[in-house]
């Protein structure tokens, strides 16, 4: 029987920086990848938002996601998953934000008891790469089978299809 795939991402479009220049995006990279993904596995789309959306200007933005970290909050989300339980495969992508994962991901996995299941993750940086997301995912997940995950600077994002398919057939998809 067919594995079947999650593929649960944060993206945030609005302005960001692609390559060192401040740029209106009207998707943002995490969901480039995320859409290519689907595209190569078939996987079902979920995104991860949160209720209140975090500001389009750049600056305020690493702001209010600073502070979030700081505070460990779990902001609530605009939209929730009712299970995972249909899921083999979880690919999770994310952006990496003050070196971790964005908190509205910390609120979608905490939602979830994701052991026996797979994680593949995969972050857009500008070039922190992982960070501590691996670690982190892999204390909110115990149970679960954390894969080597890929790093893709967001400013490539558009570039990165092959990377990623490399990747996924790597572990198999
Ligand atoms: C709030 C915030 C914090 C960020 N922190 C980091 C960081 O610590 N290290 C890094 O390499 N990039 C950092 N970035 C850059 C993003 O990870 C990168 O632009 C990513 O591709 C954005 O993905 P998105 O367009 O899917 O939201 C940060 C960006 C934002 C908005």
Redesign the pocket.
């Known amino acids: 029987m067919d594995k079947k795939i999650l593929i649960a991402y944060f993206?945030?479009a609005d302005y960001?920086?692609v390559h060192d220049r401040l740029v209106n995006?009207a998707v943002?990279?995490?969901?480039v990848a995320a859409r290519m993904i689907a595209d190569l596995t078939g996987g079902q789309l979920f995104k991860i938002e949160p209720l209140i959306k975090y500001s389009a200007d750049?600056t305020t933005?690493?702001e209010e996601?600073k502070q979030e970290l700081r505070a460990k909050v779990r902001p609530p989300l605009s939209d929730y998953l009712p299970g995972i339980t249909e899921f083999d495969i979880i690919i999770l992508g994310f952006?990496?934000?003050?070196?971790t994962m964005p908190m509205p991901v910390w609120t979608f996995l905490e939602q979830f008891d994701f052991s026996g299941k797979t994680i593949l993750p995969l972050c857009?940086?500008?070039?922190?790469a992982m960070?501590n997301s691996e670690k982190d995912l892999k204390s909110l997940c115990p149970g679960a089978d954390v894969r080597k995950g890929l790093a893709i600077r967001?400013s490539d994002v558009q570039e990165s299809k092959s990377k990623i398919e490399t990747w996924l057939k790597a572990q198999g998809l």
């Open positions: 993206s945030r960001n920086y995006l943002g990279n995490t969901e750049y933005c690493t996601a952006p990496n934000y003050w070196g857009t940086h500008e070039g922190s960070g967001g």
